[in-house]
């Protein structure tokens, strides 16, 4: 169980339960951070709406890469391992929303708070960039440690991952370059 007793702004929450308790955990770091005085009212907007956009651009993604485009390539690019993968009836869609959200939100934090991307080819580049690290982190630790897929299964894995990145990226950071941008300071 997650105890969140005084965590940030939600300190009346004491323990939510299985499965919901790492979507919750995301959603209260999330809001913790857009609360915190390092982002103002545009920034929080922003940080919204990249996540949003680059959330719904990364679930299609997912769906037209791995659900249509590549899917035979990893029924045929499996491990040893069997019975691992859900039927689509039985995904679980509030846990798949949270993950696509949260990559996206991931991009919009670090696009908007530390490297100032505000356009599609910055997005694209940073994104595909964290893309891969992130794939290649994940692939190749669940290559070394399960049966699940196929050395070559899991550096596909990666290089989709990477262009996934990239195109979300793309999108988040068009996104945060939209609207006005705040008075810069009088030197």
């Known amino acids: 169980m ?12 004491v323990r939510l339960p299985y499965p919901t308790e790492a979507g919750f955990h995301f959603l209260f770091i999330f809001l913790s951070c857009i609360q915190t005085k ?10 919204l709406f990249g996540t949003l956009a680059g959330g719904i651009a990364f679930f299609f993604l ?10 035979g390539f990893f029924e045929a690019n499996q491990g040893s391992a069997t019975g691992v993968q859900r039927e689509e009836m039985q995904f679980v869609w509030w846990s798949l929303i949270l993950g696509n959200l949260a990559f ?3 991009l919009s934090y670090v ?22 690290l992130v794939g290649l982190t994940w692939d190749l630790t669940l290559y070394a ?3 699940m897929m196929t050395l070559t299964g899991a ?18 950071g068009l996104v945060l370059g939209m ?8 030197a």
């Open 155 to 172: 550096l596909a894995d990666a290089a989709i991952f990477t262009v996934m990145g990239a195109i979300t990226g793309g999108i988040v």
């Open 104 to 106: 996206a939100a991931l």
């Open 145 to 147: 440690t399960s049966n």
């Open 2 to 13: 997650l105890n969140l007793n005084g965590f940030g702004p939600y300190p009346a929450l």
């Open 111 to 132: 696009f908007l708070k530390w490297a100032n991307i505000r356009s599609f080819g910055g997005g694209a580049q940073a994104g595909g960039v964290i893309g891969l």
């Open 38 to 47: 390092t982002l103002n009212n545009m920034d929080t907007k922003k940080l």
């Open 62 to 71: 997912g769906y037209l890469f791995y659900g249509v485009l590549f899917s």
């Open 179 to 186: 609207g006005k941008e705040p008075a810069a300071a009088a």
